[in-house]
């Protein structure tokens, strides 16, 4: 199995000299197996290239399998422009987590709205299929994936994966903030609110079941949206930094960390301060520590 | 009045090389008249651009004052909204201008939906922190702006309505006609070329090549000398291929507006992101 990173970016797409080497292109992930089984990960503007790369080398019409960690546009946006939507005959069945609406296909539906888009998702030539997604529920996906949602915490809920396919594991697990200063729920927080006893078992729970699901795995990419600095300023939207990622992926004794999701204001050279120092930060505690870049692969090895 | 393109892509926004030089940022306009009244365009991602730049001045201290006019509500002219900071700051003023989009939503109802909480952690226009007026405009009427007069009129933008807008400022006019696309391209409508009479700079919708465009008729937008026979006809001293692409790298931008210009007298240029350009 390997993954390739087609858009690296948190929030929205940054176009410019700043962004050339890392990408501006917002959060999507290829997943291929040994056998050349496809699965992506979040639909974010990183899609559209994909998708053309995918017709490309293509051989008519194929179907696909997406997985959402949530739907708040950056992970959505490339969706209505994935090209081999257009391609009659072609299977596109997404899996995601239901947050604050009431019917999967409304929501995803509602991202090409006559006033957002021009053309309709009943219009598209593809055909849909919604799979709703639970934390804990693991399910199995054509081409010999296997799915392990977990829960995260964001505004309104997200969703990390595990998962699995030629005997060996990574996962996806964006976008998060830590687990210790904010709870994440179903409203709008204008700042960190005080966390009730409750709100801290809550937390502990969901940071629990994250170092285990995450236990053992080869390689883990990460929701890094934030330097500590920045983090400290916006503690309640729902990001880490690479501190906080290094803490869970030690505990869950990962091979490899992933930085990724990088704030769009975070130019080429401030990546590449981060990329060294989190090299050198990995180094001391045996984790190997990359950052992610458009047009990365990167290979799966064997779980141990 | 100056003028600045933030963004100039149509659709989607490009990284990487081959767009360093127009810009991959979609659509965002930015026009300052002389005693510095200011007036935005949509809210493409070139707008986060300049919010960076507002929010080093008034708008960072809560003193912003900023009207904004949407040609319509496509995510391309809307995605930059929930990352526009100054909506962040208390104090600022910010009035969003447009008319309602033709599916029967009203213009607020369609911003909601933008921030609803599946989409976006902002959970609503009630969470923005700035004073926020969304002011629905009949397209056909004009509109006195601090420091801006400005005539809307709609034009056929595929299956919706868009509205194109003639600004005027410091005695300079700038015609805004993006997301157009005439029946006819070599007949553009009476209304397009009454907008843009005698402007001193047409912005005009080029998202296509004249080769690509009897392919992508009926999507909504216009070939590149769509642009050129509304300017030649309304006598505009400077018409702006805008809009472009978002599979147009900087060579083929170089190349259509060398085969536009070498076919009228009107001055033309190709809308970059970069800095202000006299009026």
């Given amino acids: 199995m390997q993954i390739t990173f087609w858009g690296v970016r948190g929030s929205y797409p940054v176009p410019g000299a700043a962004t050339v080497r890392y990408g501006g292109q917002t959060s999507c992930v290829e997943v291929r197996s040994a056998a050349g089984a496809s699965l992506i990960v979040d639909a974010g503007t990183g899609m559209r290239a994909l998708g053309n790369k995918l017709l490309r080398e293509g051989s008519g019409p194929q179907s696909y399998n997406v997985l959402l960690s949530h739907v708040h546009w950056d992970h959505i946006q490339g969706l209505p422009f994935f090209s081999p939507a257009y391609l009659a005959g072609t299977k596109i069945a997404i899996h995601a987590l239901l947050t604050a609406a009431d019917e999967l296909q409304g929501v995803i539906g509602g991202i090409t709205r006559h006033e957002f888009f021009p053309v309709p998702l009943e219009a598209v030539p593809a055909q849909f299929e919604f799979h709703q997604v639970e934390a804990g529920v693991e399910f199995d996906i054509a081409g010999g994936f296997h799915i392990v949602p977990i829960a995260l915490n964001h505004p309104f809920g997200a969703i990390g994966y595990r998962i699995e396919c030629d005997g060996a594991a990574w996962a996806y697990v964006a976008d998060t903030a830590p687990f210790d200063e904010v709870l994440h729920k179903q409203h709008f927080l204008p700042g960190p609110e005080p966390l009730s006893s409750d709100d801290k078992l809550a937390l502990g729970a969901m940071r629990e079941a994250l170092v285990r699901r995450l236990q053992g795995v080869d390689t883990v990419v990460y929701d890094t949206h934030f330097t500590a600095d920045e983090y400290k300023r916006f503690p309640h939207y729902g990001h880490s930094t690479p501190d906080q990622a290094l803490e869970i992926c030690v505990e869950a004794k990962v091979r490899r960390l992933v930085l990724y999701h990088h704030a769009p204001g975070h130019s080429d050279e401030q990546m590449d301060q981060i990329a060294a120092d989190y090299l050198a930060k990995g180094e001391a505690v045996g984790i190997e520590v990359l950052t992610s870049f458009e047009g990365m692969t990167v290979p799966i090895g064997t779980a141990t | ?279």
């Fill in chain 2, 1 to 279: 009045m100056k003028i600045r393109f933030w963004g100039v892509r149509g659709s989607f926004a490009m990284s990487g090389r081959d767009f360093l030089r127009y810009g991959g940022n979609t659509t965002s306009v930015e026009l300052v008249t002389d005693d510095g009244h200011r007036l935005l365009i949509d809210l493409g991602t070139g707008a986060t651009e300049l919010a960076k730049a507002l929010m080093g001045a008034e708008f960072g201290k809560g003193a912003g004052r900023l009207p904004i006019l949407l040609s319509h509500t496509h995510l391309d002219h809307i995605q930059g909204l929930p990352f526009f900071t100054p909506f962040f700051i208390k104090g600022n003023e910010i009035r969003i201008l447009g008319a309602n989009p033709i599916s029967g939503l009203s213009l607020e109802a369609t911003l909601q939906n933008q921030l609803a909480p599946h989409y976006s952690p902002l959970n609503g226009l009630e969470n923005l922190a700035a004073g926020v007026s969304i002011e629905t405009i009949q397209a056909g009427s004009t509109l006195s702006l601090p420091g801006f007069e400005v005539v809307t009129q709609a034009m056929p933008h595929g299956s919706m309505w868009t509205t194109a807008y003639r600004i005027t400022a410091d005695g300079k006019t700038v015609t805004y006609l993006s997301d157009v696309e005439y029946p006819n391209a070599d007949e553009p409508s009476a209304e397009a070329v009454a907008l843009a009479q005698d402007a001193d700079l047409l912005i005009h919708d080029a998202m296509h090549s004249d080769q690509d465009y009897p392919s992508r008729r009926g999507w909504g937008h216009s070939p590149a000398h769509a642009g050129v026979v509304v300017a030649e006809r309304a006598r505009a001293k400077k018409l702006a291929l805008f809009h472009h692409s978002p599979d147009a790298t900087d060579a083929m931008i170089d190349e259509v507006v060398a085969l536009t210009a070498s076919h009228t007298a009107v001055p033309v240029f190709a809308a970059a992101e970069g800095s202000y350009l006299d009026v």
